[in-house]
């Protein structure tokens, strides 16, 4: 079973411009992920996928493969799906890596898709962490997962779910707790993908805001992995200075 990960790389960043290419250590930021992605033996290439020719040609120096994309795509599942429409035709998996994401854990990425290879009735494939405070429980940007007995996903939400009705939260963070957070790191079958990405936003997708919602509305099911610990990504000037002082205090 042949898989590949490709990394889709926007040049353009709101909170943190050029994010990607930033290089304080020595070396882009996006360098990192790739050097992480090329360490999980599951993968058999890495692709990066980008609308930026300053981003391929940052990308060919330090010896990585990319494919330019149409700056137009409303997602980086879409940007995906244009490079595997293109090559990689031989490719049964496909494992979407979050570019900003320079301390992903090669292991994680193979987990995703021994959980493919494991469980061949779901179409796609993805990671979860447990909940343990307050903050992140009540955060609206931290999408939260319910899965059924198996694994497979229920549902994704912003909100706190499940609802805890007969007592406070802080019970059971500290301890059992039942929440998940979602980690933003997917295995797509080949042919699924591509299939996803022809389907219009549903509903509850624009509800949320949640792409993952396409899903399992068109009645796909989603496998869930759980991981210890997620890798920090990075969004903003104070993540980046974070990942410098980190990336100093190593060598």
């Known amino acids: 079973m042949r898989a590949i990960g490709i990394i889709p790389a926007r040049l353009a960043s709101s909170r943190l411009p050029q994010k990607l290419l930033l290089a304080e250590t020595g070396k882009p930021l996006l360098q990192y992920t790739w050097e992480a992605a090329c360490r999980a033996t599951q993968l058999s290439e ?4 980008t609308d930026s020719e300053e981003i391929a040609e940052v990308v060919r120096a330090f010896g990585g493969t990319c494919e330019i994309t149409r700056d137009d795509h ?11 429409r293109r090559r990689s035709s031989d490719a049964e998996i ?14 994680s990425l193979n987990q995703l898709v021994e959980l493919l290879a494991e469980n061949p009735a779901s179409e796609m494939a993805t990671l979860c962490t447990p909940i343990t405070t307050r903050e992140q429980w009540s955060d609206n940007s931290c999408t939260k997962v319910v899965c059924a007995a198996n694994g497979a996903a229920m549902y994704f939400s912003r909100c706190p779910i499940p609802f805890y009705r007969d007592g406070e939260p802080d019970e059971l963070l500290a301890g059992d707790t039942p929440w998940r957070l979602h980690l933003g790191l997917y295995a797509y079958r080949r042919d699924f993908l591509l299939r996803l990405t022809e389907l219009p936003p549903s509903r509850l997708e624009k509800l949320e805001r949640l792409e993952q919602l ?21 969004d903003t000037p ?9 990336h100093e205090r190593a060598a």
């Open 94 to 107: 496909i494992v979407n890596i979050q570019g900003d994401e320079p301390d992903i854990d090669p292991a």
């Open 74 to 84: 409303p997602s980086g599942t879409d940007r995906i799906a244009e490079v595997v």
């Open 46 to 49: 890495i692709i990066v996928a």
């Open 214 to 234: 396409r899903a399992l509305e068109s009645g796909a099911t989603i496998q869930v992995g759980e991981v210890a610990h997620p890798a920090a990504g990075i």
């Open 238 to 246: 104070d993540d980046y200075a974070r990942f410098v002082q980190r």
